[in-house]
């Protein structure tokens, strides 16, 4: 089993709907949780962090954390053409300083 | 400067020869890590220095594989007698604390894409 998991996609959206992305992780001691963008081409772009258990707003983001049950998930709100990306789910596995563990990511596509 | 540089942005090449990628980290930052993203994966750990000692390189898939930051600031990923399996992006990320924390918040470089034939 991967450390981390993501559903790999695509998930096609409508626009103005919400998109919900998840993320599962197998080490219970993981304190820190991130989600990036990417676009095609482009390098990783941090969006929204997470450390606590529920959740945590940022615009139009939403960070969702159950670390119970070892999941981390992403809303987007009023979806835009603009946010079509991979997003990327990271884990700061084990607490080290040998950076994140990076699930494949789950490519989203909003439809106009 | 202004963000992390890495070079060159493109590299091919052929089966069997060295390849050295640059990474210039933001000025001051004391945490470089590199990545290895293969086409549809995630980025994959390689190794993390902090300043220039080389803390963690269990990510590093071979041999082959070399990395060095020697005065603490640029840094170099060379390969040796390049394989078709290392075709990937490069990724290296900077950041300014050291520690469990210095992972929190990386700024990435936008990568070098090696293509060996």
């Known amino acids: 089993q991967k450390e981390v998991e993501q559903n790999s996609g695509p998930l096609s959206v409508p626009e103005g709907a919400i998109a919900s992305l998840n993320c599962t992780y197998s080490?219970?001691?993981?304190?820190?949780f991130f989600w990036y963008r990417q676009y095609s081409g482009k390098s990783p772009e941090l969006i929204m962090s997470i450390y606590s258990n529920g959740d945590k707003e940022d615009g139009r983001f939403t960070a969702q954390l159950n670390k119970a049950s070892q999941y981390v998930s992403l809303l987007i709100r009023d979806s835009q053409p603009s946010d079509s990306a991979t997003y990327l789910c990271?884990?700061?596995?084990?607490?080290?300083?040998?950076?994140?563990?990076f699930g494949k990511g789950t490519h989203l596509i909003i439809q106009p | 400067g202004a963000g992390v540089s890495q070079s060159p942005r493109y590299k091919v090449a052929k089966r069997g020869q060295d390849v050295a990628l640059r990474c210039d980290p933001i000025?001051?930052?004391?945490?470089l890590f590199w990545y290895q993203q293969a086409l549809g994966q995630g980025p994959e750990f390689l190794t993390y220095?902090?300043?220039?000692?080389?803390?963690?390189k269990s990510g590093l898939p071979s041999d082959r594989f070399f990395a060095e930051r020697p005065e603490g600031s640029v840094s170099t990923l060379k390969i040796q007698r390049t394989q078709q399996e290392d075709s990937a992006v490069y990724l290296c990320?900077?950041?300014?604390?050291?520690?469990?924390?210095?992972?929190?918040?990386?700024?990435f470089g936008a990568g070098s894409r090696l293509t060996v034939l």
């Open positions: 080490d219970r001691v993981s304190q820190s």
């Open positions: 990320a900077s950041s300014p604390r050291t520690g469990p924390s210095g992972a929190n918040v990386l700024t």
């Open positions: 000025s001051g930052h004391v945490s």
């Open positions: 220095f902090q300043n220039e000692a080389q803390l963690d």
């Open positions: 990271a884990v700061n596995i084990r607490g080290g300083a040998d950076g994140l563990t």
